[in-house]
């Protein structure tokens, strides 16, 4: 295995860190501290990013995208994620959701909508599961009768007729098509009974309700999505009705079969990306402590002379590398089908997530008091994205993924 990145990545890496570093984050800065959600949302990075080729970057070429390869969108995103988590997430949709009008929409689905992704620089894309009673029950399979997601889509002649809530669905109120997920039978295990639709976000009977205004991730809006009645053409369904589940990559099935007969192969590891993110926010909060212990005199001396700080200082970085190491792993794996298993994204996001909660922490400390004040420095809104990103999901993930006995609720 050859860990140098190519001519070209290292240029991307390096045009993208320019990038992220002085306009994303000095942009981030300042929109954090806005109190309505909806202040928050970067439209102008949007753009910019869309100017650069990043919004589009996972398309392939053949289908009038840059053709990013998966390791360089994860290098992309470590670098996003170094200025803003929240930023970071919104093109990490693009790229978890942008590939999917290319191997999972018919001709006729995609002729509709790919052009419009393309095309517009404000285009995004949301994924619309969880809802109030169904959260981490509408991800890992939990398959009693009628539980789990509630919204329900019924056929009625050319079109289906969905009602519903969905909540906290990243780039909600924003995005200007959603990949829905309802039941299309009531009372059947969610195995056998979800189906995924096209939600454009001016279907007649949905609406945005609240915005969730979140602890950290704040570039990042996230809205409740309202279903009254909502109705699309019946030829929004993607595939076939109740065929979703493991359309987000839990391990197959569905409209996944489909990323083969594009050509793709099969769907990227689900989680991979927006652990990548995560890994450059925690790289952040790394990179800031070593520069404040290097410049702090406390005791005589830098505090990065006393031992305890630079032994906490050397873990970090032991933990960023080893962390880095596992992605391009992951990535490399996928890319070339070595060894390839789906589950390496929600392995590789558990343990991000577990240093990075112990890094942010630790690198708030090193900062003393200044850790804790908003004096221009970054490094508690670091501990608060990073924090926002985890919402307890992903060990729970990795046990129902490996198998390991769950309590059942
Ligand atoms: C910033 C942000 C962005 C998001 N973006 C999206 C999005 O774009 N689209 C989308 O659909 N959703 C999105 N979500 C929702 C996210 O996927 C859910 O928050 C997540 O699935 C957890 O669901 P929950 O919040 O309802 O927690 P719950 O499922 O209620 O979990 C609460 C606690 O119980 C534990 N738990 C739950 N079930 C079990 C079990 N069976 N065994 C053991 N422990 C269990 C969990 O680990 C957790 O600690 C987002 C959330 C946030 C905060």
Redesign the pocket.
């Known amino acids: 295995m050859d860990f140098r990145l190519t001519e070209e990545q290292e240029m991307t890496r390096d045009m993208v860190r320019e990038f992220a570093q002085n306009e994303v984050k000095p942009v981030a800065w300042e929109l954090d501290h806005k109190h309505d959600p909806k202040d928050c949302i970067p439209w102008d990075l949007i753009k910019k990013a869309s100017a650069l080729g990043l919004r589009t970057a996972a398309i392939p070429e053949k289908w009038g995208g840059e053709g990013v390869d998966y390791l360089t969108l994860a290098i992309i995103l470590e670098e996003l994620g170094a200025a803003d988590h929240g930023f970071a997430t919104i093109i990490r949709g693009c790229y978890t959701e942008s590939p999917r009008l290319v191997h999972e929409l018919n001709d006729e689905q995609r002729d509709e909508f790919l052009p419009k992704f393309l095309e517009d620089d404000t285009f995004l894309l949301?994924?619309?599961?969880?809802e109030p009673d169904a959260?981490?029950?509408?991800?890992y399979l939990?398959d009693e009768p009628g539980a789990s997601i509630r919204t329900y889509a019924e056929r009625r002649g050319d079109e289906y007729v969905i009602n519903g809530t969905k909540h906290?669905?990243?780039c909600g109120g924003v995005a200007k098509l959603y990949f829905l997920y309802a039941r299309t039978d009531k009372k059947g295990p969610i195995s056998t009974s979800m189906s995924v639709f096209l939600m454009p976000h001016d279907a007649p009977g949905f609406s945005i309700g609240r915005f969730h205004n979140?602890l950290g991730?704040r570039l990042?809006p996230?809205a409740e999505l309202i279903f009254e009645d909502a109705r699309i053409p019946a030829r929004y369904l993607i595939g076939k009705e109740g065929e979703a589940w493991g359309s987000e990559g839990e391990g197959g099935g569905g409209p996944q079969k489909d990323w083969v007969s594009t050509g793709a192969g099969a769907p990227p590891p689900f989680g991979l990306l927006g652990a990548a993110v995560n890994l450059g926010t925690v790289r952040a909060c790394y990179e800031e402590a070593l520069n404040y212990a290097r410049t702090r005199i406390q005791g005589g001396k830098k505090i990065i002379e006393h031992e305890h700080v630079a032994i906490n200082l050397a873990q970090m970085k032991v933990h960023v590398e080893a962390a880095r190491a596992l992605l391009w792993k992951s990535a490399w794996s996928w890319e070339t089908r070595t060894n390839y298993d789906p589950k390496m994204g929600m392995l590789f996001k558990a343990y991000v997530d577990e240093i990075g909660l112990k890094i942010a922490n630790d690198a708030v400390g090193i900062f003393g008091g200044l850790g804790t004040a908003d004096d221009d420095v970054p490094i508690q809104k670091y501990l608060r994205d990073v924090h926002?990103f985890t919402?307890?999901?992903s060990t729970?993930a990795v046990a129902w993924l490996i198998g390991a006995p769950?309590?059942?609720?």
């Open positions: 949301g994924l619309a599961r969880t959260g981490t029950d509408s991800h939990y906290f669905i990243s979140k991730r990042l996230n926002t919402h307890g999901f729970t769950s309590d059942k609720p």
